[in-house]
Nanobody, 123 residues
Framework: QAQLEESGGGSVQAGGSLRLSCSVS????????MAWFRQTPGKEREAVAS???????TYAESAKGRFTIAKDNTKNTLYLHMNNLRPEDTAMYYC?????????????????WGRGTQVTVSS
């Protein structure tokens, strides 16, 4: 099965931008529905955005208009472009994959997870 590795997190000021990357190895990248989730201590993991095998994106309300999910099939890499970041976007961000996600923004739909990359937004 696929292995996922996130990168690109860091510390930015409010209003700034970051691009997260998720490198996929070990299996055919195009087979998987994929998504980004985030989690802060003491809270449940929440969806940010997902993209299906047919390249159809879905966004959580908190991400609409600010974040863009994209795939580069030539590099086996999933991206999350984040603009106009807010302090409340501070979290550990995780990449997830599933051969068939069903409910694209539900964490329970995904069977493969990366280890996460930390995003910190200061005011």
């Amino acid at each position: 099965q696929a292995q996922l590795e996130e990168s690109g997190g860091g510390s930015v000021q409010a209003g700034g931008s970051l691009r997260l990357s998720c490198s996929v190895s070990g299996d055919t990248y195009s087979r998987y529905d994929m998504a980004w989730f985030r989690q802060t201590p003491g809270k449940e993991r929440e969806a940010v955005a997902s993209i299906s095998t047919s390249d159809s994106p879905t966004y959580a309300e908190s991400a609409k208009g600010r974040f863009t999910i994209a795939k580069d099939n030539t590099k086996n890499t999933l991206y999350l472009h984040m603009n106009n970041l807010r302090p409340e976007d501070t979290a550990m961000y995780y990449c997830a994959a599933s051969p068939w996600a069903g409910q694209m923004l539900a964490a329970s739909s995904y069977t493969i997870w990366g280890r996460g990359t930390q995003v910190t937004v200061s005011s």
